[in-house]
Nanobody
Framework: QVQLVESGGGLVQAGGSLRLSCAAS????????MGWFRQAPGQDREFVAT????????YYASSVKGRFTISRDNAKNMVYLQMNRLKPEDTAVYSC?????????????????WGQGTQVTVSS
């Protein structure tokens, strides 16, 4: 099992940027894909971005493509989400997750470990 801890959330004005970090410990970090999901109040959890085990392949939700960038540093057991040009509709709790497979996936059911989440609030 892997343990995940997110950080970097906060309050930012529309148009601003934030960088979320996710620290992993436990099973071999470099063996599996990672993802970021978000959940706004009263809404279902939503896929944001995913990256494969090596960091060579990524995939984004259409709502964030071109504004967000997912990356990972396997030497440091870290995954990041750089969020630029933030919008009020990006407000949510953002969680990182570790997949059971090496290739990236958008399916929440493929992720077997989840962090506790970090709040991102974008003011208009």
């Amino acid at each position: 099992q892997v343990q995940l801890v997110e950080s970097g959330g906060g309050l930012v004005q529309a148009g601003g940027s934030l960088r979320l970090s996710c620290a992993a410990s436990g099973r071999t970090f470099s063996s599996y894909a990672m993802g970021w999901f978000r959940q706004a109040p009263g809404q279902d959890r939503e896929f944001v971005a995913t990256i494969n085990w090596s960091g060579t392949s990524t995939y984004y939700a259409s709502s964030v493509k071109g504004r967000f960038t997912i990356s990972r540093d396997n030497a440091k057991n870290m995954v990041y989400l750089q969020m630029n040009r933030l919008k009020p509709e990006d407000t949510a709790v953002y969680s990182c997750a570790a997949s059971s497979q090496s290739g990236y996936t958008v399916q929440a059911g493929a992720y077997i470990s989840w962090g506790q989440g970090t709040q991102v609030t974008v003011s208009s």
